[in-house]
């Protein structure tokens, strides 16, 4: 990489640690360093929701499956919208107003200390853990681009982001995160207006391209449990999903708890209600359009050089034929990309159907509808590209055969394709955009897993009664130990996969389940017992649905895990009830 | 929240959700075979 990209990101993590540090004065009590003594504007903890939502994974890997598999991604977020008007008339004012440090001390002033506590030990077992592949995700992708050591790869993302999460707490992880979405958000849009400008053809006959290969499909509307992405999981899973999310994990409930009152923490959520689909749209046109980029430029035939390079070093002649078949396959799609643009234009300007060679296939039409010659055109694009998949399926599984990896290509798309491709300093203003993407994901999480540890454990159980410059000390030594062992996880990412999957999985059987415990504390009959109780009957529910019925979309375990959670609650929450009545 | 004030505001976010579902939808109709 050039070394104007390279000072782009100095410049870039030089400004977000001094910026960091700076903030460090004034913080001279726990709820300053933890909560900013609830002093916050709505619009920088907005940002700063935002922020911690968009990790470096939403960069990398979801643009690249805008470029693999196009837009439908999207309806994963459709719930989004109505779990953050939900949670600004439920959650957020019963937080801000107990005035609470965390989500799981509300539990106990509701509830009692155990349901407390067993929340807070979910959040800190599972959140440790993935702080951790929060990490690894870029560092992996960075070291098998640059040739690095994974080690350092992690230091570059880790040891910046310890630095200003220990000294500044969560002022400066908020004013960092609000200075960060404008770094990912501009990458984002100058990467767009790059690639429309070097399309080389109008960008309308570009979409259609993307369009007849399903690219620009956005909706599914079927009801189908094992389909991850349709309209219905997006609507109903995804509100159950982003209500546990924002409303009950410490790492998005701490954002709002900073911010000056409740209105105004209602509004940092609503900004996301408004925003958050249009920006994930916008991450998955960038991959649409890297994917309309590669369809007239010759695309690498593996995106990952460190797996290339394995590949040829150990079957260079195999490799090599598979390189000429990429290369010829590639340029026959070129050949009917042009076409069906050109039958296209055609089409418009005579106002008759054409077919690919020219010949007229009848029917009139109006500009921008289908017609029989430009669809003809596009049924050949596509049977070519279905050649140029097939290659490169071949490649795949030879990079596996030779590596013994998972390839996982399609997080290489788009660094290669900015690294090879974009005018000077845009690859390090990317690179500066994954970073900053990847630290506003990690300040946040490490900030909120120092809360849980010293107010939910340290102060609750170990030390009581301690003064609060003890309880600073304390913090930041514990926010310094979850960024060494989230960087331990991160480097060890690729020997410890297994054991982050079992964790990840477990995580996934106590989302919803942790939700429905916050939706019954809003209940008012519902009792300590019924809480608990029903937590665990939530998880064990989930952890049924996951492996008796592994083909059920993991959406759907957050509303079984919630409803489980509330029914044996408020059956449980009566039967205590008759019993206390029968009692007095 | 008063209840005026909320549905004003779950109207607000309805609407402009609607309006880029819309979009999105438009879309995939202009550009879908």
């Known amino acids: 990489m050039h070394w104007i990209n390279w000072v782009i990101v100095g410049v870039y993590l030089v400004f977000v640690v001094g910026d960091g540090l700076r903030r460090t004065r004034g913080t001279t009590n726990i709820e300053g360093y933890f909560l900013a003594n609830r002093s916050l504007p709505w619009w920088a903890v907005g940002l700063s929701v935002m922020a911690t939502h968009l990790s470096a994974v939403t960069l990398i890997g979801t643009t690249g499956q805008g470029a693999t598999d196009g837009m439908r991604f999207v309806q994963f977020y459709f719930g989004l919208p109505i779990a953050m008007v939900i949670l600004g ?4 004012p019963f937080l801000h107003g107990a005035k609470v440090y965390t989500a799981y001390e509300f539990l106990e002033r509701r509830f009692d200390a155990k349901t407390r506590s067993l929340t807070s030990f979910l959040f800190l077992l599972s959140r440790g853990m993935s702080c951790g592949t929060i990490i690894a995700a870029p560092a992996v992708v960075f070291s098998a681009i640059f040739g690095w050591d994974l080690t350092w790869s992690v230091a570059l993302i880790g040891v910046p982001t310890v630095l200003y999460t220990v000294l500044g707490g969560v002022q400066a992880v908020t004013w960092a995160d609000v200075k960060q979405m404008v770094v990912i958000v501009g990458a984002l849009v100058a990467i767009l207006v790059v690639l429309i400008v070097r399309m080389p053809v109008p960008l309308d006959d570009a979409l259609r391209i993307a369009g007849a290969t399903g690219r620009l499909q956005v909706f599914d509307f079927s009801f189908n449990l094992t389909e991850t992405y349709t309209f219905w999981s997006g609507i109903l899973g995804g509100t159950f999903l982003m209500l546990s999310y924002m409303g009950t994990d410490q790492s998005q409930v701490q954002r709002y708890l900073t911010a000056k009152s409740v209105d105004e923490a209602r509004s940092s959520l609503l900004m996301s209600a408004y925003w958050k689909i249009p920006l994930q749209a916008l991450v998955l046109l960038v991959g649409v359009l890297v994917f309309l980029f590669y369809v007239f430029q010759p695309p690498p035939l593996l995106y990952n050089p460190a797996h290339e390079q394995q590949v040829i070093a ?3 002649a195999a490799y090599r034929a598979l390189q000429e078949r990429y290369a010829s396959a590639v340029e026959a799609r070129d050949v009917a990309a042009l076409a069906a643009a050109d039958a296209r234009d055609a089409n418009d300007a005579t106002g008759q159907g054409a077919a690919s060679d020219g010949s007229p296939a009848g029917g009139t039409t109006t500009s921008g509808s289908m017609t029989a ?11 070519r590209d279905a050649d140029v998949i097939a290659v490169r399926e071949e490649a795949l599984a030879q990079a596996e055969r030779v590596t013994g990896e998972s390839s996982r290509d399609v997080n290489y798309v788009i660094p290669r394709f900015v690294l090879d491709n974009l005018p000077l300093g845009f690859a390090g203003l990317f690179l500066a955009a994954v970073l900053a993407a990847a630290m506003s994901s990690i300040a946040a999480e490490l900030n909120s897993l120092s809360t849980a540890t010293v107010v939910d454990f340290y102060k609750r159980w170990a030390k009581p009664e301690a003064s609060d410059a003890h309880y600073l000390r304390v913090s930041k030594i514990s926010t310094a130990i979850w960024g060494l062992l989230a960087c331990f996880v991160a480097t060890y990412a690729a020997t410890l996969g297994s054991l982050i999957e079992v964790v990840n999985r477990f995580g996934s059987f106590f989302y919803g389940s942790i939700l429905g415990v916050f939706m019954l504390a809003m209940i008012g009959r519902a009792r300590a017992l019924g809480a608990f109780v029903g937590l665990l009957c939530g998880m064990a529910a989930v952890a ?16 079984i895990g919630a409803v489980t959670v509330v029914a044996v609650g408020l059956v449980l929450s009566a039967g205590v009830r008759s019993k206390d009545a029968a009692a007095s | 929240m008063p209840t005026s004030r909320f549905r004003a505001t779950l109207v607000r976010v309805l609407a402009i959700q609607v309006v880029t579902l819309l979009l999105l ?3 995939q109709l202009r550009y879908t075979p």
């Open chain 1, 89 to 92: 008339v439920t959650i957020v």
């Open chain 1, 314 to 316: 150990a079957e260079p």
């Open chain 1, 544 to 559: 049924a649905v996951s492996f008796g019925a592994p083909q059920i979309s993991f959406l759907w375990h957050n509303v």
């Open chain 1, 373 to 383: 010659g430009s669809m003809s055109a596009l049924d050949v694009f596509n049977a």
């Open chain 2, 25 to 27: 939808w438009l879309v």
